[in-house]
């Protein structure tokens, strides 16, 4: 059993910053890539960043040059830090992974947050 546990949301003016934290914990092999989507009332989800378990990294152009992701693979937790943060970017954030298990565990599997709420007021 995995589970990701999603910490750091909240509420904050336009322009200030937040770090959003995603622990990984249970059953855990590799974490292929591990990263956040999120999803703002009336529309879709969309994916923000993920970090590789190469250190490769995709932040969507919306967020770049203001939104950063890390991972701290010993502790299986990645982070989210966001700053310069403005209203649109007011959303559900949710972390998501692609895990293996075990070693047999061949083709890994995604697992899914429950979600953070930020808020971004004008």
């Known amino acids: 059993q995995v589970q990701l546990v999603e910490s750091g949301g909240g509420l904050v003016q336009t322009g200030e910053s937040l770090t959003l934290s995603c622990a990984a914990s249970g059953s855990i092999f590799t974490i292929n890539v591990i990263g956040w989507y999120r999803q703002a009332p009336g529309k879709q989800r969309e994916r923000v960043a993920h970090i590789t378990t190469n250190g490769s990294m995709y932040l969507a152009d919306s967020v770049k040059g203001r939104f950063t992701i890390s991972a701290d693979n010993a502790k299986n937790t990645a982070y989210l830090q966001m700053s310069s943060l403005k209203p649109e970017d007011t959303a559900v954030y949710f972390c998501?992974?692609?895990?293996?298990?075990?070693?047999?565990?061949?083709?890994?599997?995604?697992?899914w947050g429950q979600g953070t709420q930020v808020t971004v007021s004008s």
């Open positions: 998501y992974a692609h895990i293996r298990t075990h070693i047999r565990d061949f083709s890994g599997s995604e697992y």
